[in-house]
């Protein structure tokens, strides 16, 4: 599993014109889900970023986290964070995970934010969505997660 975390003063996903999703304070998370992905890199990705203090304090350091700000996540699948560019000009996503699998893992990414006590928000799984974010920092991270574990 990969996933790209964008601390976000607010962020939507509109499709065909209509927002669908929205928060306030939190994080965007891109989430693409490998193959051999399963609910232990779930939990490891939730667990993660649920806790990653990276939320001003009152100093303004870095030692909160989005349960501590009482901040939201809005989960979107990009299977395009699964691609290889390694040889020629056009992507390949072969290493990226089949639909049903790849929809069933984002869906548990969010309840398992919402067990957390984290309010979880989902994009729309295969839609073209328009991902729309006011990056706070900005501040961003790339976690990889393999065998239930952050890379």
Same mark, same amino acid.
């Given at each position: 599993?990969?996933?790209?975390?964008?601390?976000?003063?607010?962020?939507?996903? =509109?499709?065909?014109?209509?927002?669908?999703?929205?928060?306030?304070?939190?994080?965007?998370?891109?989430?693409?889900?490998?193959?051999? !992905?399963?609910?232990?890199?779930? %939990?490891?990705?939730? *667990?993660?970023?649920?806790?990653?203090? &990276?939320?001003?304090?009152?100093?303004?350091?870095?030692?909160?986290?989005?349960? *501590?700000?009482?901040?939201?996540?809005?989960?979107?699948?990009?299977?395009?964070?699964?691609?290889?560019?390694?040889?020629?000009?056009?992507?390949?996503?072969?290493?990226?995970?089949?639909?049903? %699998?790849?929809?069933?893992?984002? !869906? #548990?990414? =969010?309840?398992?934010?919402?067990?957390?006590?984290?309010?979880?928000?989902?994009?729309?799984?295969?839609?073209?969505?328009?991902? #729309?974010? &006011?990056? !706070?920092?900005?501040?961003?991270?790339?976690?990889?997660?393999?065998?239930?574990? &952050?890379?």
């Amino acid at each position: 599993m990969r996933a790209v975390i964008q601390r976000v003063s607010s962020s939507t996903v =509109v499709v065909d014109q209509v927002e669908v999703a929205r928060i306030g304070p939190g994080f965007l998370m891109l989430v693409a889900i490998f193959p051999t !992905d399963a609910e232990r890199e779930v %939990h490891a990705v939730v *667990d993660k970023v649920a806790n990653l203090r &990276v939320f001003p304090d009152e100093s303004g350091r870095m030692n909160r986290s989005v349960v *501590d700000v009482a901040g939201s996540v809005l989960v979107v699948s990009q299977f395009t964070l699964a691609a290889d560019l390694r040889r020629g000009r056009r992507p390949s996503f072969a290493d990226a995970a089949d639909p049903d %699998h790849a929809s069933r893992l984002v !869906d #548990g990414i =969010v309840a398992e934010f919402l067990a957390e006590g984290v309010d979880a928000v989902p994009g729309v799984f295969g839609a073209m969505m328009e991902v #729309g974010l &006011v990056n !706070d920092g900005p501040v961003t991270f790339v976690l990889d997660v393999e065998g239930g574990r &952050v890379r």
